[in-house]
């Protein structure tokens, strides 16, 4: 069992940056997948960023490309958004998720068992 708990949400005017962090404790193995998704009101959930928690596998929405970077820090068992040159469309509260295998499907929400209980992200114009 994997508890994620998320932090370094906030308001931000455009074309500024924020970074999220997402710590996993319990038991992670390498096998894992990390991933970011987005809520905005009345929106279905969206995929931002995924990566194997051993490296090598990372992919991002076309949307965020060039503006955010998806990381991690095996010590600390964090996993990062370095989210620049934020758009006010970027606002949404935004989840890290894992699951305890690679999938194909890494895109989908409904792939993921552990999730964390969200941050919001303010963009103003």
């Known amino acids: 069992q994997v508890q994620l708990v998320e932090s370094g949400g906030g308001l931000v005017q455009a074309g500024g940056s924020l970074r999220l962090s997402c710590a996993a404790s319990g038991r992670l193995y390498s096998s894992y997948t990390m991933a970011w998704f987005r809520q905005a009101p009345g929106k279905e959930p969206e995929f931002v960023a995924a990566?194997?928690?051993?490296?090598?596998?990372?992919y991002y929405v076309d949307s965020v490309k060039g503006r955010f970077t998806i990381s991690r820090d095996n010590a600390k068992n964090t996993v990062y958004l370095q989210m620049n040159s934020l758009k006010p469309e970027d606002t949404a509260v935004y989840y890290c998720?894992?699951?305890?295998?690679?999938?194909?499907?890494?895109?989908?929400?409904?792939?993921?068992?552990?999730w964390g209980q969200g941050t919001q992200v303010t963009v103003s114009s």
């Open positions: 990566m194997a928690w051993s490296g090598g596998r990372i």
């Open positions: 998720a894992a699951d305890n295998q690679w999938s194909s499907r890494y895109y989908s929400w409904l792939e993921y068992d552990y």
